[in-house]
């Protein structure tokens, strides 16, 4: 096995309007032949991740920002939220009259009132409707009654009145609250997970599936739930539209997701064309786990 290799997808294989560019298409293929273990490592849940993406034939995905993890189409592990907490999180949002969505094993569920006001955020955005129906309305179900669920893996919420900070205090340490992944800049939406699970544990608990190392593990990203991420890797990347902290974090920072930016992120690293500043060329890279070898 080469290296283990974990990529988000907004922001990272593809870009702010579901793009996705060839290059790093064919920088995939190229890792895939050259024996590296490609896993996506994303926010979304499994059935949003882009068809585009999926047909890139992954080796493992880790969704719902470390809630789902599965191997080759089995799944590994699954972290749901209490439905005491769940009901403390509802609780919260009709407080704050905050539009929210959760994440679950059936899908996107939403209700009706607050789908409208997502409709209406992403129309305000100047998303176009063909593709707010295919986010917001195919593949998602309404119900009213959002206060049973047992299968909740992560929320998202849009158009707070609340500040991340003051969302945070009212949920409580179960959860974790922060921006979205989805959308740049976009202060008053964000995520809330499970506190303690996030795409490093995920990462942890693939590598320990599949009888890998740490050592051998590479991580990309760009946004706020990919901070735990970086820091697991052994190697980490910070694209180059990634937030200041993610680029201080990470030990390099290739060009932006528009740019080539995973393309060059293989190139530097030796994943493909190896390039004389590769990973066997020495020191150049912050090893957290000792002396990684070459690709």
Request: net charge negative; with cysteine; hydrophobic share 35%.
């Amino acid at each position: 096995m080469g290296k283990i290799i974990f990529l988000d997808v907004d922001g990272t294989l593809v870009d702010f309007d579901g793009r996705m560019p060839e290059s790093a298409k064919e920088a995939l293929n190229q890792a895939r032949e050259a024996g590296h273990h490609l896993v996506l490592c994303t926010g979304r849940l499994k059935s949003q991740i882009y068809p585009e993406v999926l047909h890139m034939k992954f080796d493992g995905i880790i969704a719902s920002a470390g809630a789902y993890v599965e191997c080759n189409e089995k799944l590994i592990s699954r972290h749901v939220v209490e439905n005491k907490e769940l009901q403390k999180m509802i609780e919260c949002f009709e407080k704050t009259r905050t539009p929210y969505c959760f994440q679950t094993g059936e899908g996107v569920v939403v209700t009706a009132d607050s789908q409208k006001l997502i409709q209406k955020h992403f129309r305000d955005a100047g998303m176009d409707e063909e593709a707010m129906n295919r986010i917001l309305v195919d593949g998602v179900k309404v119900d009213n009654d959002l206060r049973i669920r047992m299968d909740v893996e992560k929320a998202a919420y849009y158009d707070s009145p609340e500040s991340i900070e003051e969302l945070q205090e009212m949920m409580g340490p179960y959860f974790k609250v922060e921006t979205s992944s989805y959308e740049k800049g976009s202060g008053n939406s964000g995520e809330i997970t499970r506190a303690g699970v996030n795409k490093a544990t995920g990462i942890r608990e693939y590598v320990a599936y599949i009888g890998g190392r740490m050592e051998d593990t590479v991580a990309v990203g760009d946004g706020p739930n990919d901070v735990e991420m970086i820091a697991a890797a052994a190697i980490s990347v910070a694209m180059g539209n990634a937030s200041e902290d993610l680029k201080e974090l990470a030990d390099f920072v290739t060009t932006d997701v528009k740019e080539d930016g995973i393309k060059k992120a293989f190139q530097r690293l030796g994943i493909i064309g190896r390039q004389k500043n590769s990973l066997d060329s020495g020191n150049q890279f912050h090893k957290k786990y000792g002396q990684a070898g070459g690709c």
